[in-house]
Nanobody, 117 residues
């Protein structure tokens, strides 16, 4: 059974930082492209960043230079370091695992990030 479990969300003031984690089980973590997506109220889910099995990264323009994605294959865990947070970063953040076959993505349950003073 595949499980993706996010943690690290919460309430933070503008300009603050948070670190999200996604712990994976039930997959060969090292061969999956892993990603973070987010969905704000009333908006579609959007890509935040992803990291390939070879550790190549891609970021949404809105988070470039502020957010940093990483992975620890020994721990089957992916991270998202979020700095200089803005109110518009407020959303539910989801962990995604995309297999090499391109079929059958897995999703976590999401973790809420709220940026507010």
């Amino acid at each position: 059974q595949v499980q993706l479990v996010e943690s690290g969300g919460g309430l933070v003031q503008p300009g603050g930082s948070l670190r999200l984690s996604c712990a994976a089980s039930g997959i060969i973590f090292s061969i999956y492209r892993m990603g973070w997506y987010r969905q704000a109220p009333g908006k579609q889910r959007e890509l935040v960043a992803h990291i390939t099995s070879g550790r190549s990264t891609n970021y949404a323009d809105s988070v470039q230079g502020r957010f940093f994605i990483s992975r620890d294959n020994a721990k089957n865990t992916m991270y998202l370091q979020m700095n200089s947070l803005k109110p518009e970063d407020t959303a539910v953040y989801y962990c995604n695992a995309h297999p090499p076959s391109g079929l059958g993505d897995y999703w976590g349950q999401g973790t809420q990030v709220t940026v507010s003073s």
